[in-house]
């Protein structure tokens, strides 16, 4: 049992490519989300969906794209990386309903130079 | 707007000791509130979730506490051990979810 898998864990970008992180979860969970992580800041929101082929923005979606084309599948774009990205990213997701728990990916630590 | 505030930042404590966890939110009116547990290089592990209905949830030597009224929330961990040692983080439901910074526990042997 998989749970939430986050590819790649590990990525250097140079300041103006782009790349996507993908999340997978194997769970038939209709909630998707992706977190940013920073020291002294905690967990802020990115963007969200909660359903396939829709998505909505969160607490900090200013650089970022994101796609749900598949029910499992999650995606977070970065079209122009900047060293302020450099952070470490997490997809979580869960089950429709008020009290079902959120599970997490074990993240992918992005750096921009 | 929701806040969450978890006091102290940092713990230390010696194998073995009781200890508890604090969470604090801003608005009351909340349906749950979830204790996560953060290994260093990981994501988040979902440690026990307490619905505003219950006041107690306890999952093995992890007791969590609900009091809306207060805006409070306590993790109670009983008999620490070493590999006890991690950040834990609380977080509450406010579109879709706002977490605290967690505290970081050293249980020293």
């Known amino acids: 049992n998989a749970g939430v898998t986050q590819t790649p864990k590990f990525r250097v970008l140079k300041t103006g490519q782009s790349m996507t992180l993908l999340c997978a979860q194997d769970m038939n969970h209709e909630y998707m989300y992706w977190y940013r992580q920073d020291p002294g800041m905690g967990l802020r929101l990115i963007h969200y969906s909660v359903g396939e082929g829709t998505t909505a923005k969160g607490e900090v979606p200013d650089g970022y794209n994101v796609s749900r084309l598949k029910k499992q599948n999650f995606l977070l774009g970065l079209e122009s990386a900047a060293p302020s990205q450099t952070s470490v990213y997490f997809c979580?997701?869960?089950?429709?309903?008020?009290?079902?728990?959120?599970?997490f990916g074990n993240g992918t630590r992005l750096t921009v130079t | 707007k929701q806040e969450v505030t978890q006091i102290p930042a940092a713990l230390s404590v010696p194998e073995g000791e009781n200890l508890v966890l604090n969470c604090s939110f801003t608005d009351s009116a909340i349906y749950n509130l979830q204790w996560f547990r953060q290994d260093p290089g990981k994501g988040l592990t979902s440690l026990l979730l307490i619905q505003s209905s219950q006041r107690e949830q306890t999952s093995g030597r992890l007791n969590a506490s609900l009091d809306k009224s207060s805006g409070r929330s306590t993790l109670y961990i009983a008999a620490s051990q070493p590999g006890d040692s991690a950040t834990y983080l609380c977080?509450?439901?406010?579109?879709?979810?706002?977490f605290g910074k967690g505290t970081r526990l050293s249980v020293i042997a």
């Open positions: 979580a997701s869960r089950r429709l309903g008020d009290n079902s728990p959120l599970h």
């Open positions: 977080a509450v439901p406010s579109t879709p979810l706002v």
